[in-house]
């Protein structure tokens, strides 16, 4: 008989993978003040840890949702350690964070790792070393298939289109990825977040449930 689930989290929770430093500290720094986050980690748990701190000061910022200072914090953040290429921990990781907050809504695939390699001398000493490049690829393209079909369950949204006849809504949802078209909340989303970012600019975004991958 399978465990049931606690309650859904009252706030979206959100996983970053290698998250204990650079991009992925980055982004779990982003969501904290609206999202549990959920900080990845392999060999740095003092790197996740620091993160995990300022994701806690951030729950609290002005930002967050109000509460009142008797009401202990929703926010569930945590650390977990698991291999970001390897798909057994992975599978373990969806599971631990579903498990305990009966919810998975972002999933931000940051992990990946690579060796510098001159391709004008692939005779040096390690330039054709398989184990090297059978790791690049578990790390920079396999792991990420692993961690969403683990994860594909959880990320379920709702529909929108009722301009559109509900035959047409059927067959766009069926083709795309996420089995729903976009809302146009959350196409306002991305453009806040296209004209906030100042590293972005001359981009074409496409908000379309996986409808074009």
């Known amino acids: 008989m399978s465990t049931p689930l606690p309650p859904p989290s009252p706030h979206p929770v959100a996983l970053i993978t290698a998250s204990s430093a650079g991009?992925?500290?980055?982004?779990?720094?982003?969501?904290?003040?609206?999202?549990?986050?959920?900080?990845?980690?392999?060999?740095?748990?003092?790197?996740?840890?620091?993160?995990?701190?300022?994701?806690n000061a951030l729950n609290s910022s002005p930002s967050s949702p109000p509460s009142s200072s008797t009401t202990p914090s929703t926010f569930k953040n945590r650390i977990i350690r698991a291999d970001a290429s390897s798909r057994a921990d992975l599978t373990?990781?969806?599971?631990?964070?579903?498990?305990?907050?009966?919810?998975?809504?972002?999933?931000?695939?940051?992990?990946?790792?690579?060796?510098?390699?001159?391709?004008?001398?692939?005779?040096?000493?390690g330039a054709l070393d398989d184990e090297l490049w059978d790791r690049c690829w578990r790390a920079n393209v396999k792991s990420h298939l692993w961690l969403f079909h683990a994860a594909r369950p959880w990320l379920l949204m709702t529909e929108w289109g009722q301009r559109f006849s509900q035959d047409k809504v059927d067959a766009v949802v069926q083709r795309s990825a996420l089995k729903r078209v976009a809302t146009v909340e959350e196409v306002a989303e991305q453009v806040k977040l296209l004209c906030m970012n100042r590293g972005i600019t001359g981009q074409n975004v496409l908000v379309d449930g996986g409808l074009i991958i």
């Not at 982003?30 to 620091?50: C, D, G, M, Q, V």
């Not at 695939?109 to 391709?119: D, K, L, M, P, Y």
């Open 23 to 55: 991009l992925g500290s980055a982004c779990a720094l982003a969501l904290a003040p609206t999202h549990s986050i959920i900080i990845n980690y392999f060999s740095r748990e003092e790197k996740a840890l620091e993160v995990l701190s300022r994701c």
């Open 92 to 125: 373990d990781l969806i599971t631990s964070i579903t498990t305990t907050h009966g919810r998975l809504d972002i999933v931000v695939s940051n992990a990946g790792w690579t060796r510098v390699t001159n391709f004008a001398d692939l005779d040096a000493d």
